[in-house]
């Protein structure tokens, strides 16, 4: 059985430009901070970003790495609007598929099944319709023929996730409250690069543990980095909860003078800028 | 044994008017989940929940369904979340940043969507709420910016939009003039009560559309003593309701 441990840089290297990347957590929660930073850090650009967005999007968004974005909407949770995602949208500096966060999740859930769609409840009489021109309805065959949203699946590229816990081989464990999406981030894509908190021995991780806080299973799994504090400053319950003061900073600084203080070096340097306070 | 006489109780505030119009929504819901956004419908369906409406589930705001005293006694991630809203049985209060007289809603932006004058959150879950499950809204500040003629953006689905959606209902809006409902021939905005204090012509100040106003428009009910004292020492004793909605 292979070790798929790599680094967060190698991850990037197997990476295009054009791609379209699938971004697990939701708002400002278990993000895949690290590999969103060790993107950053490299020259990938023209990027396809579907994530239930928080600041992944807005610093994607604020470095114009993005082509185009599918989202139903981008938060910190505790600042309800992102800053930087707003004036990225203000500048008209993205193309936007902006869908209903269940459309969004059916649009995962089709691809995972490799189906081409599936009808939703959702959509219709809202203007998703209108700026979406290209989604299609479908009517019910039988007796009730009611019409649906045919929400296209939302195939990826590549996704990118981070859960507590993780083995060498792609195992990956959630010992919070809320699994997200990211086991459909996973599924839905052709490559999946899971990060972790810590990586144990397969056994370890069921030894505290009950069988169902293993999530994301190996074979949708390419790659697995172990990154400490690779969420921050997203929550990542229990092992912490959100750097509200990070992300004040975030919020409040302009994104060149923020990338320079923290985002110039490699995350060892992001994690001393961190720990030497905002 | 002597009783402590207990001070008299202040009377009702606005903001306190208001947790009992937002409360009043889930008033024989039975048993569904209250999903309220915002902090005075939060303060509302606890009230309903400790009070008239005790079947009621409510959420810790994450992944736990809690009684009341924070005990959880189930288990909502997102994604059974997003199932139980098109099986219907819930209730969502949301906030809207413009909401028409038919009672299409928006959160996502301000300008043409293209290129937004003000980007805010995104449409959400306003277009599947709508058509799954009764859908209200919560309107701290009522004003003509709020209560549109036409949103730039339909997020939850109006009236006017829905067709012959089966599971389209929108109970009520609450703002800090008063509660609206759609009971009108066809379901255009109707002012339901003033909250005690309010005019009906504040109110149509505050509107840039032209509201049903009847002839003879009730006072939102007075909380009783009992839902007074539960509202200021056990649901929301920091009275951060009075942040949301000021005296």
């Known amino acids: 059985m292979s070790d798929k441990t790599m680094t967060a840089d190698e991850v990037v290297s197997r990476l295009h430009s054009g791609m379209t990347l699938g971004i697990g957590g939701w708002g400002s929660r278990r993000k895949p901070m690290a590999l969103v930073r060790a993107l950053l850090r490299s020259g990938l650009t023209d990027l396809t970003v579907v994530s239930y967005g928080g600041p992944d999007v807005g610093m994607l968004a604020a470095a114009g790495r993005i082509r185009r974005l599918v989202a139903a909407f981008a938060t910190l949770d505790s600042i309800p609007l992102e800053p930087h995602y707003r004036a990225a949208r203000e500048r008209g500096a993205f193309e936007l598929m902006e869908v209903d966060e269940a459309m969004f999740m059916w649009g995962l859930r089709a691809a995972a099944n490799r189906l081409p769609f599936l009808p939703v409840r959702a959509g219709i009489g809202s203007d998703v319709m209108r700026v979406n021109p290209g989604l299609g309805t479908v009517t019910s065959p039988y007796d009730d023929g009611e019409t649906f949203v045919a929400m296209p699946a939302l195939r990826l590229d590549a996704a990118l996730v981070h859960v507590n816990r993780a083995d060498r081989l792609g195992n990956g464990q959630y010992l919070g409250p809320d699994p997200y999406f990211d086991d459909l981030f996973c599924e839905a894509a052709d490559t ?26 190996r074979h949708t799994v390419t790659g697995v980095v172990e990154a400490p504090n690779g969420a921050h400053f997203t929550s990542c319950a229990p092992d912490y909860g959100r750097d509200e003061a990070v992300q004040k900073t975030y919020a409040t600084t302009p994104w060149p003078q923020f990338a320079a203080r923290f985002l110039g070096g490699d995350e060892q340097a992001y994690q001393s800028a961190i720990r030497e306070g905002s | 044994m002597t009783e402590v006489p207990r001070p008299p109780l202040l009377p009702p505030t606005r903001a306190e008017y208001c947790v009992i119009a937002c409360a009043e929504a889930w008033r024989d819901a039975g048993e569904i989940l209250a999903s309220p956004m915002g902090l005075i419908p939060s303060v509302g369906a606890r009230l309903a929940r400790l009070t008239f409406a005790p079947d009621l589930l409510l959420t810790d705001g994450e992944a736990l369904v809690v009684r009341p005293d924070g005990t959880a006694e189930g288990w909502l991630p997102y994604r059974q979340h997003l199932a139980l809203v098109t099986g219907g049985r819930r209730h969502v209060m949301m906030g809207a940043s413009q909401i028409d007289r038919f009672g299409n809603q928006n959160i996502s932006c301000i300008g043409d969507w293209e290129r937004p004058k003000r980007q805010l959150l995104g449409v959400r879950g306003a277009p599947v709420n709508t058509l799954n499950n009764p859908t209200s809204y919560w309107v701290p500040r009522h004003s003509r910016r709020v209560f549109v003629e036409k949103v730039d953006m339909v997020c939850g689905v109006g009236y006017d939009h829905a067709g012959d959606a089966r599971y389209h209902r929108i109970p009520r809006v609450v703002s800090d003039l008063g509660v609206f409902d759609f009971a009108t021939p066809d379901h255009a905005m109707r002012l339901a009560s003033l909250h005690p204090g309010v005019t009906v012509e504040q109110v149509r100040e505050a509107t840039a559309f032209d509201l049903v106003v009847p002839g003879d428009v009730p006072q939102t009910r007075e909380p009783t003593a009992d839902e007074l004292r539960l509202i200021r020492e056990v649901v929301d004793p920091a009275n951060l309701r009075a942040r949301e909605v000021g005296a």
Do not use: H, N, W
């Open chain 1, 192 to 217: 999946a690069y899971l990060s972790c908190e810590r990586i144990v021995d397969t056994a370890e991780l069921t030894k505290d543990a009950a069988p169902q806080s293993l999530l994301i299973k």
